[in-house]
């Protein structure tokens, strides 16, 4: 008898009808003889429902009080689910993020959670029933109502998983795995059987949305396997796993990229201490996320110091980073927002030579210019014309035969 | 600085806009330099949608998940009340029942409180704050939420003031106060400015439907004094509170009536121990609620037995009784569902004699016919035909001077 721990997103049970699907598909996992909790969001668009009428009441409505508000989505969809299942003969039981004690700090709106009392899910399971938990919600240690911010219930069901020792979190997504790569780019893109937790981090943060980031930290921190499966399809999904020996074969995983970069380069600014702090944090403040930089070796004391970030923030950057500029002295101040990210992921770069060489290679054999380079242990980014980013995912799906499953 | 309690249901925050209103009343009550706890019920409509969905989900959706579900309703209610006074510069804080500790037993959909922890609601007024909680709900031994039943967000204002020992507990209705009898009925009918607990009760319970009974109880239990005011216009409500001396002047305070009734007869039933129950009994198993009770001494070993019930379950009893009657050998069962109950009520019945007579005597003056009468220390209850309920209203209204302002 396993212990699997499944989730399900707002748009699986958007609707009473979709709930019940929900509850056969709970039950079909027990009939396999396994013991079950289930984490559920709030049904879609129930939360921006919630949000509507706090906007009504405030501007900037308190954060406290929005945690308290919203925190009710989940909670109509525990008790429906658990009536459902009723409904189909199977006892089961719904709590709160309080009532099973998924502690949390006092960061409203964003709570991070510190500890899970699973004895009370323990005593459910134990009596033969199936456990629901609201996802996304949490307390705090004076008994306020917290929410884990955007994907919070990915992140709930890892750490139930995690406190109950779980054998497989099961997460369920409209999509039925982590793939190559984006299938609407490259229609020979595959489904991978497994992936790890870094390289799962590597594509998660790189736009593969499939997974939140911080379920993934916390599945990797304490090793519990993560599957992503269809709501809607029967599949094996995609296991999110620890790195294993046989992994070893493979030494690309996926391809991540994104549309929505832009770069902003200021060219010959004095190389002195302080000098990236001195650029980044303006741009910091003004509440810019900031996602690759780099800076070469200088050159007769002085450097040219390059960064990207979402498209959307270009305009309000380049107008903070030429005055910052001024007042630094640099020679110029150049921005771009055509261009696009690309990333080779994989754990196999580790023991491989030539992934690298190989990359650099296809991307000239179709002369495609990199502008920019920056690599991690398990991934390398290349900063390439906006227009020339799709062709550069299918020469390199095809360069690392993605489609061929040596994974 | 006085403590007090404010309860709005469900219209008086049926919408942002409305919330905002309640916002407002509560902010003028601290003008008033009060602390002040607001307890509200669910945005009106709110339980009905929940409940449809829960319907969707199960045909007898288990009680402990309903409550789950339905509690959200008030969740809602108290976080975007919070919002509204904080949008008005005033800080506040919102509970649910759990949070603040309001125990109850574990009887779901109707539990009952049995204790509330005062202590969190006292360290925010001390701090300044509005404090708003949520109605109608609690939390059992075992963390399960529990709902009070119908009316409850009452019955949680009475109990919390009770807990905090509150000067008094406001609970604002769609009417102004408690009336002396139904005005649609006799225009004359004058608002009370007081009222005791015994004689709210006994109007209450008779159907003028103003304060739930079980509040009432709680009410005049910890002796809280209770006002019932209007959430849309300005004015002092009615007091619901102790006997005091003054009050002793006013003979009756109120005429309450009851269109709903029947009434079933046992004729010549043997008079033996044991016959009430016989008859009652099986009507009770088949979950019919039985109002007035009356027997007559009896005759050569034989009585009369009569009750009134709701019209509504009328076919259904008479059917029960008529076999019981064979059973007991009855000498026949009659039944009439064309009757109306009126009564008067006040507490100066226990110390004026003539009350009744008054009564009688008015009555037969207008010609209509008493079929029972049944009488308590506050109140005396008569039944008539249906058809001269509304003119007999009128008719005591007037003899017991009741639109002069005795009280």
Redesign the interface.
């Given at each position: 008898m396993a212990l699997i721990v499944q989730k399900f997103g707002g748009t699986s049970v958007g609707s009473?009808e979709r709930?019940?699907n929900v509850a056969n598909r709970v039950l079909r996992e027990k009939a396999r003889g396994n013991q079950v909790v289930v984490v559920v969001s709030a049904m879609s668009g129930e939360t921006d429902r919630?949000l509507k009428?706090?906007r009504?009441?405030?501007?900037q409505?308190?954060e406290?009080?929005?945690d308290?508000?919203i925190?009710?989505g989940e909670?109509?969809t525990?008790?429906?689910l658990?009536?459902?299942l009723?409904?189909l003969g199977h006892p089961a039981?719904?709590y709160?993020g309080?009532?099973v004690a998924i502690q949390t700090d006092s960061v409203f709106t964003k709570a991070r959670i510190t500890n899970i009392d699973e004895h009370?899910i323990r005593a459910d399971l134990d009596a033969g029933r199936v456990v629901v938990v609201a996802g996304f919600q949490g307390v705090d240690s004076e008994?306020?109502?917290t929410t884990l911010g955007r994907g919070g219930s990915d992140t709930t069901a890892v750490a139930i998983a995690a406190a109950l020792q779980a054998d497989e979190c099961h997460i369920y997504t409209d999509v039925d795995g982590v793939y190559t790569t984006d299938p609407r780019v490259e229609p020979r893109a595959r489904r991978l059987d497994r992936i790890t937790f870094e390289e799962m981090l590597e594509m998660a943060s790189l736009g593969a949305k499939v997974l939140q980031t911080r379920s993934v930290e916390f599945a990797g921190k304490y090793n519990i396997p993560v599957r992503v499966l269809s709501s809607f399809e029967e599949g094996p999904g995609t296991l999110v796993t620890c790195e294993e020996v046989n992994m070893e074969e493979a030494k690309v995983s996926g391809i991540a990229f994104n549309r929505n970069e832009a770069k902003i380069t200021m060219i010959g600014v004095p190389d002195c201490p302080g000098i990236a702090y001195a650029i980044l944090g303006p741009v910091s403040k003004a509440s810019i996320n900031v996602d690759m930089i780099i800076q070469n070796v200088s050159e007769q004391g002085k450097t040219d110091f390059t960064f990207t970030l979402d498209k959307s923030d270009f305009d309000k950057a380049m107008e903070i980073v030429k005055r910052t500029g001024t007042e630094l002295g640099a020679e110029k101040v150049e921005g771009d927002c055509r261009v696009g990210k690309l990333s080779i992921v994989g754990v196999g770069m580790r023991s491989h030579a030539g992934i690298a060489s190989t990359m650099f290679e296809t991307l000239a054999r179709e002369n495609i210019n990199i502008q920019m380079i920056s690599t991690s242990e398990i991934k390398i980014s290349v900063v390439v014309d906006e227009k020339y980013l799709e062709l550069a995912v299918r020469a390199l799906h095809e360069a690392f035969g993605l489609h061929q499953g040596n994974n």
């Open positions: 009473p709930i019940r919630l009428l706090a009504e009441m405030h501007r409505p308190p406290r009080e929005l308290m508000l925190s009710t909670q109509v525990v008790a429906l658990a009536m459902g009723e409904a039981r719904s709160t309080a009532q009370r008994g306020n109502i």
